[in-house]
């Protein structure tokens, strides 16, 4: 009778190993895959892929000061990545981390410019500046979800533009002149901050000012994470974004949490806004990051809205980024391929079924999946 019954073939030690621990992996396969498949086009476009990429190599990490310009780069990336990552969290939708960065910005020089204060005093009061516009532009939002049902994807593009030309108005008015520099001959930027407001750092092969901007990144990733599952804030912020229904059984304010999530990331995109007027331009401009908050939906993706995740994903979006312009020279493409490949890994990192299916990673069982945001009739 035994015998009879077939016998089920017993998993080999590794390939077990392989099924339950394989799965984080899959953003690293997902761009691996986007860079094989990168290769392919430039390939097929008559372009020399080694080179390419050995120039995105060396352009990003080939020297110490390209490391330098890779980390000054990425520090936003990661930052903004965490506000949309908080946003997810909460299961909202925020596209306007843009728009949060510019109000965030706007504040800083506002502190940056007028103000005459010790930098022990001067550079926190003016990254506070950043948190609050930042806050107030992303609360907007969260009010108008939490009172009257507006979904936030509408409210946060439409801010978006909102910022954008209001930022634009403010620096170029004349009549009354506002933010605008009169010593600037091109009329498109504010009046360069006080010494005593940048952020303090060093130079690195005479061509890049590493501040402390990154440590900033760094230690907001923790404190996200820290926020997210070690506090009472945090899982009735995670609850609410599950399941708002159990969130409201349970005597968890959905309203509250709405509107405390969209403020807490409108808080990171505008210290991210304040971080690059400090750290980097010294001033504002209209052009201030164009289409970061939408390059930052894609790092909180590729790290799973993992907080710490999102150190490695940030650097990897400054590193292509940065190392673009060499491997344009190299390998005599365009600037555009580097676009491709980063659509590339946002593509198999968001069908990850596909990565799976390729590198026989088990398929994600139903319920696995990460709610990014609740439906629009929510």
């Not at 476009?45 to 050995?54: E, H, K, Q, S």
């Not at 912020?237 to 409201?248: F, I, M, Q, S, Y």
């Not at 405390?260 to 971080?275: N, P, Q, Y």
Request: proline share 4%; charged share 10%; with cysteine.
């Amino acid at each position: 009778m035994s015998e009879a019954i077939e016998k089920k073939p017993v998993p080999s030690s590794i390939g077990a190993l392989w099924g339950r621990y394989a799965s984080p992996l899959v953003p690293v396969f997902a761009v691996f895959t986007a860079l094989m498949v990168g290769a392919l086009i430039i390939g097929l476009t008559g372009g020399d892929w080694l080179a390419a990429y050995i120039g995105l190599w060396e352009g990003s990490f080939g020297s110490w000061g390209a490391i330098g310009n890779t980390i000054v780069r990425s520090a936003p990336y990661i930052i903004c990545g965490l506000a949309v990552a908080l946003g997810f969290k909460g299961g909202l939708f925020n596209i306007g981390a843009e728009g949060q960065l510019y109000i965030g910005a706007i504040f800083t020089v506002v502190v940056a410019t007028t103000l005459q204060l010790p930098a022990i005093i001067h550079i926190p009061l003016a990254l506070a500046a950043g948190v609050l516009g930042g806050a107030l532009w992303g609360g907007l939002a969260g009010f108008l979800k939490a009172r009257t049902g507006a979904h936030e994807v509408i409210t946060t593009i439409m801010l978006n533009y909102v910022a954008l030309r209001l930022t634009d108005w403010l620096i170029k008015s004349k009549q009354p002149r506002i933010l605008g520099d009169p010593s600037d001959t091109s009329g498109a930027r504010t009046h360069v901050i006080q010494e005593s407001a940048r952020l303090p750092g060093f130079q690195i092969a005479d061509t890049t000012h590493l501040h402390i901007g990154i440590l900033i990144a760094v230690a907001l990733a923790f404190a996200v994470w820290w926020l997210l599952y070690k506090t009472t804030v945090g899982f009735e912020l995670r609850t609410a974004g599950a399941n708002p229904d159990a969130a409201r059984y349970a005597g968890v304010s959905v309203p509250r949490t709405i509107l405390l999530t969209m403020a807490l990331s409108g808080g990171l995109a505008g210290i991210a806004g304040a971080g690059e007027v400090l750290g980097v331009r010294y001033s504002l401009s209209a052009d201030l990051l164009l289409g970061l908050g939408f390059d930052a939906i894609a790092v909180a993706l590729l790290a799973r809205s993992n907080p710490i995740g999102i150190i490695a994903s940030g650097f990897l979006w400054g590193g292509l980024l940065t190392g673009a312009s060499l491997m344009q020279v190299r390998a005599n493409l365009s600037i555009d391929v580097i676009k491709i490949v980063q659509a590339l890994i946002i593509m198999f990192v968001a069908a990850d079924q596909i990565v799976r299916f390729l590198y026989r990673i088990p398929m994600r069982k139903p319920g696995e999946e990460t709610a990014l945001s609740r439906g629009w009739g929510r």
